[in-house]
């Protein structure tokens, strides 16, 4: 594999935080909105002897800026891409990556290879029954400044699952999951920036997933909260010709808990198409 380069831009007067690796066709990989890049260790190195990989740390994340309100964020990934000279990208997104990178996909088709979506509810998909368990509770912790239990809560919504207690995870991912859920806390970036994100798409993406024309791959846990496996089951039923993968023993972060089984699917996925 050929040498990491860490470097960053600026968009908007802030600095990002990115990381390239490998050659060949372009691959960008996008975090969950309560980690950042680092969710993509066991992913990086592995898909650059393939491709060349792009990571970065969106605002407010990991080793990038803070931001004092609300981005669009589908813009950084476009500027990230005109800044590296790459026309075209297979995209890679969590959670609220996933729903990054789609919208991208819609705003930009012409720059989107092929899309891998994980743990990904599209922008305008309404969730139905109860909130995730300890949802308000962690909002709560937030506007009351406990950022210790405000991150606890977010790693035992999202880690952990509806369906385990902390101590039936593996406690190498949790605690990886948990040194990075403490800068966007400590940043209020859920509270300042993602609550209400700037300029969301009009129609939303999921009244337009029919537009969506290049080949995906939709990927969930099969102990992520069952909103989230409702939305992949959507997903896949609406994007022309889409597969779909569940990942049996994991949450919100199927790469991290389940890498061997993700990373071949994906490679497989991608040299299939």
């Given at each position: ?26 691959l ?102 109860e ?6 509770e ?67 993406a999921?009244?337009r ?16 909260h ?16 889409a ?31």
């Amino acid at each position: 594999m050929d040498v990491i380069t860490k470097d960053t831009m600026t968009l908007d007067g802030a600095k990002i935080y990115y990381e390239t690796a490998g050659q060949g066709d372009a691959l960008l990989l996008v975090h969950a909105g309560f980690v950042d890049s680092r969710m993509w260790d066991a992913q990086f190195e592995y898909f650059a002897r393939c491709y060349q990989v792009i990571r970065f740390d969106m605002r407010g994340y990991g080793r990038s800026d803070s931001a004092q309100g609300p981005v669009v964020r589908r813009n950084e990934i476009y500027s990230l891409m005109k800044h590296l000279g790459i026309p075209k990208a297979a995209l890679v997104g969590c959670s609220m990556g996933g729903a990054m990178v789609l919208d991208f996909a819609l705003e930009h088709p012409d720059r989107t290879q092929a899309l891998v979506l994980v743990s990904t509810a599209p922008g305008g998909f309404e969730l139905q029954g109860e909130p995730p368990p300890g949802l308000w509770e962690m909002i709560s912790a937030l506007q009351q400044n406990d950022l210790r239990r405000a991150s606890e809560l977010q790693i035992q919504i999202w880690v952990d699952g509806m369906f385990r207690k902390p101590e039936q995870v593996d406690p190498q991912v949790r605690q990886r999951a948990a040194e990075m859920n403490r800068i966007p806390v400590a940043n209020q970036t859920y509270m300042m920036v993602d609550m209400q994100p700037l300029q969301p798409l009009d129609p939303p993406a999921a009244n337009r997933l029919k537009e969506v024309q290049v080949p995906t791959l939709v990927i969930a846990g099969a102990l992520d909260h069952p909103e989230i496996l409702r939305a992949a089951d959507f997903l896949t039923q609406e994007i022309p010709s889409a597969k779909q993968l569940i990942l049996q023993s994991s949450a919100h972060l199927p790469n991290m808990e389940q890498p061997e089984a993700f990373n071949q699917a994906v490679i497989d996925f991608l040299k299939r198409e």
